[in-house]
């Protein structure tokens, strides 16, 4: 059974930081492209960050330069270090596993995030 399980959200005042984990069973990490999507309130899911399989990383352009995205593969865990955060990050943050071949794609329960101004 494929598990992913997000921690680390919560309530942050604007400018404050926090770290999101997603830890994934079930599946074999290293072979899967990681990412993180949000849905604010009223608004679609979206993507925010991913990492492939051989590290390189996308961003949303509005998290550039604030949020970073990394794996490690030994604890099949992938991290979302969110710095400099806005009211407008505020969303449950979704954590996704996806492959090409067969294509699966799996996420997470999310995790509240809330940033006050």
Known sequence: QVQLVESGGGLVQAGGSLRLSCAASGIIFDIYAMG???QGPGKQRELVATIQTDGSTNYKDSVKG???ISRDNAKNTVYLQMNSLKPEDTAVYYCNAE???PRRTYWGQGTQVTVSS
Do not use: G, M
């Open 36 to 38: 993180w999507y949000r």
């Open 99 to 101: 492959r090409t071949f």
């Open 66 to 68: 604030r949020f970073t």
